[in-house]
């Protein structure tokens, strides 16, 4: 049987006195926290909410299938190390290292059946992704498009905005939730869903945006800034027409890099310039 006891209320405002003092101690820590992070590098970051584009085949390494321990490990450290600068860090990742949709339709499956098991292939992603970030200290959330409730948080925008707000790595997968729409798509809507500051797509060997395949063209040339407009003009593969529409829309910058080399996220973060710019800073010209 229960038992409800009634504490005089001097204990009660002792009580929630107490309360106030451990959650400003809490927020001193991490504000000390961000100030030290600060501090090293001498400089504030010019982005303070970032969605980071991941794809599947960048977690794959050397493998031909799956996830690099030995990738996803420095990768997880890259990000915590630049959410310490005090900033929000949000995450879309691809599942091209399980399952990709165009695989599926040349089999002979259905074009939106395939996608929907690309869809199940990012999740799986997310979740390992989540579970290698939790054990190097970081709170994390996935959120789903698609409503799978024993395993991750469906998306909702608030919500999603809520957990960022408290210091949280969010991990979007499931892409859009629809068929016939890329990860990079989804990227595109979800930063401008939360209002994200810049989106940071991260490739394999790749440092920024080529005129011309640079695996293939040894003398292709780096592009170290360019503008929606003559990103889609010269049809430089860098993300699908309709993601970097998106960004365009809502003046989220872009930024191109190779994940693979150390501190690249940090120092984009700062300001310094990596990879390629595609648009304008935050405050810039529109």
């Known amino acids: 049987m229960r038992v409800a006891v009634r504490l005089p209320v001097k204990f009660n405002r002792i009580y929630n006195a107490n309360r106030g003092c451990q959650a400003s101690m809490s927020g001193t820590k991490e504000s000390l926290l961000v100030n030290t992070q600060a501090a090293k590098t001498g400089k504030e970051p010019v982005y303070?909410?970032?969605?980071?584009?991941?794809?599947?085949?960048?977690?794959?390494?050397?493998?031909?299938?799956?996830?690099?321990?030995?990738?996803i490990g420095p990768i997880a450290e890259e990000i915590i190390s630049a959410q310490q600068?005090?900033?929000?860090?949000?995450?879309?990742?691809?599942?091209?290292n399980i399952f990709r949709g165009v695989t599926g339709s040349a089999w002979g499956m259905d074009k939106a059946a395939a996608d929907y098991v690309g869809m199940l292939a990012t999740v799986m992603n997310c979740l390992i992704l989540q579970e290698v970030l939790k054990s190097?200290?970081?709170?994390?959330?996935?959120?789903?498009?698609?409503?799978?409730?024993?395993i991750a948080e469906?998306?909702?925008?608030?919500?999603a905005i809520r957990h960022l707000e408290k210091g949280?790595?969010?991990?979007?997968?499931?892409?859009?939730?629809?068929?016939?729409?890329?990860?990079?798509?989804?990227?595109?809507?979800?930063?401008?869903?939360?209002?994200a500051d810049s989106v940071l797509m991260a490739k394999n060997g790749?440092?920024?945006?080529?005129?011309?395949?640079?695996?293939?063209?040894?003398?292709?040339?780096k592009i170290e800034r360019i503008s929606f407009e003559d990103l889609i003009r010269q049809g430089l593969k860098v993300m699908d027409p309709a993601a970097v529409s998106i960004c365009k829309?809502?003046?989220?910058?872009?930024v191109v890099f190779d994940f693979a080399k150390s501190g690249s996220i940090e120092r984009i973060v700062l300001g310094e310039k990596v990879g390629t710019l595609i648009g304008t800073r935050v405050g810039g010209a529109k």
Do not use: C
């Open 249 to 254: 829309d809502n003046y989220i910058p872009i």
């Open 48 to 71: 303070k909410r970032i969605l980071l584009k991941l794809s599947g085949e960048a977690l794959m390494g050397n493998e031909k299938f799956g996830i690099a321990p030995d990738v």
């Open 206 to 221: 790749v440092d920024g945006v080529y005129d011309d395949d640079p695996r293939k063209n040894p003398h292709a040339k």
């Open 85 to 96: 600068l005090g900033i929000q860090i949000a995450i879309v990742v691809g599942g091209g």
């Open 136 to 150: 190097k200290g970081a709170q994390v959330r996935v959120m789903t498009a698609i409503a799978m409730p024993s």
């Open 154 to 159: 469906p998306f909702i925008r608030l919500r």
């Open 168 to 195: 949280r790595i969010v991990i979007f997968g499931g892409g859009t939730g629809n068929p016939h729409v890329t990860t990079d798509t989804a990227a595109s809507l979800r930063a401008a869903e939360i209002k």
